[in-house]
Nanobody, 127 residues
């Protein structure tokens, strides 16, 4: 059974940084692309970043491009999202997700391509 557990969220002032982590278990982590999504109150879940199974390719939403870095450590079965220059509009629950199919790397932004989701971690950015 696949489990994804996010951590690293919290309250931070605008301009600050956070590093989110997502620890995965249940199947061979290094075979699957991973994604980060977020959902603010009253809004739909939106794509933040994605990374291929080997870390060789990444994708970012325009809203976080240049301020965020997604990375993974396959030896630790963990994916990370480093967020810098945080803004109040970054406030949301952040979720990591694992692709359903192994080695599939296209269209990180499509939620339907992900078969497993974590429980989320709250990020609150104060102005």
């Amino acid at each position: 059974q696949v489990q994804l557990v996010e951590s690293g969220g919290g309250l931070v002032q605008a301009g600050g940084s956070l590093r989110l982590s997502c620890a995965a278990s249940g199947r061979t982590f290094s075979n699957y692309a991973m994604g980060w999504f977020r959902q603010a109150p009253g809004k739909e879940r939106e794509f933040v970043a994605g990374i291929s199974w080997n870390g060789g390719s990444t994708d970012y939403a325009d809203s976080v491009e240049g301020r965020s870095t997604v990375s993974r450590d396959n030896a630790k079965n963990t994916v990370y999202l480093q967020m810098n220059s945080l803004k109040p509009e970054d406030t949301a629950v952040y979720y990591c997700a694992q692709r359903e199919r192994p080695y599939y790397t296209s269209n990180y932004r499509n939620t339907l391509q992900y078969g497993y989701w974590g429980q989320g971690t709250q990020v609150t950015v104060s102005s």
